[in-house]
T-cell receptor, first 114, second 113 residues
Framework: NAGVTQTPKFQVLKTGQSMTLQCAQD?????MYWYRQDPGMGLRLIYY???????DKGEVPNGYNVSRLNKREFSLRLESAAPSQTSVYFC?????????????FGEGSRLTVL | AQSVAQPEDQVNVAEGNPLTVKCTYS??????LFWYVQYPNRGLQFLLK??????LVKGSYGFEAEFNKSQTSFHLKKPSALVSDSALYFC???????????FGTGTRLLVSP
């Protein structure tokens, strides 16, 4: 049972380059999320998708775009990477329509922008 | 907006001693509160939650948390710490309108042998 799978696990980019972080979940969850984790700042929500076909901005969406490709997959794209986007990115999923609030996280993608 | 605060960057405790990791919250309406743990180079894992009911919530790995409405706190506790409990702990609150979570800044727990 894979749960939430993120690729790649590590990536180094130069300023201005673009890349896409991929996320897939096999738990049949409706809701998916992208967070970034920075030292001393905890986790901050970038974008989320309540259900297939919908996406919404979170706390720090600038510089990012997302695509909810289908129910399983939710990708995060950096169109023109900046050093401020150096971070660890986590994808998560949850069951919509409940009040459990339990998120299931991937292992993270560590991105360095030079 | 909903928010949580974790006032301690790090908590040190000796193995076998009780541990407490603090969290206070600010919400409008009823709070939905959570604790997550992150081991090195891993994603976050759910530990426990408070939605309603008993103020003492039991969770995974022997952890529990006490909800205190008058003090707006939701402290994580364990009666006897293990070295393997050493990790980063996050408190979180459910945001209004949708099932997304707002996380605190995290508290690093170090349990010494």
């Amino acid at each position: 049972n894979a749960g939430v799978t993120q690729t790649p696990k590590f990536q180094v980019l130069k300023t201005g380059q673009s890349m896409t972080l991929q996320c897939a979940q096999d738990m049949n969850h409706n809701s998916m999320y992208w967070y970034r984790q920075d030292p001393g700042m905890g986790l901050r929500l970038i974008y989320y998708s309540a259900s297939e076909g919908t996406t919404d901005k979170g706390e720090v969406p600038n510089g990012y775009n997302v695509s909810r490709l289908n129910k399983r997959e939710f990708s995060l794209r950096l169109e023109s990477a900046a050093p401020s986007q150096t971070s660890v990115y986590f994808c998560a999923s949850s069951v919509e329509g409940t009040n459990t609030g339990e998120l299931f996280f991937g292992e993270g993608s560590r991105l360095t922008v030079l | 907006a909903q928010s949580v605060a974790q006032p301690e960057d790090q908590v040190n405790v000796a193995e076998g001693n009780p541990l407490t990791v603090k969290c206070t919250y600010s919400v409008s309406g009823n709070p939905y509160l959570f604790w997550y743990v992150q081991y090195p180079n891993r994603g976050l894992q759910f530990l426990l939650k408070y939605i309603t009911g008993d103020n003492l919530v039991k969770g995974s790995y022997g952890f529990e948390a006490e909800f205190n409405k008058s003090q707006t706190s939701f402290h994580l506790k364990k009666p006897s710490a293990l070295v393997s409990d050493s990790a980063l702990y996050f408190c979180a609150v459910r945001d209004t309108g949708f099932q997304k979570l707002v996380f605190g800044t995290g508290t690093r727990l170090l349990v010494s042998p």
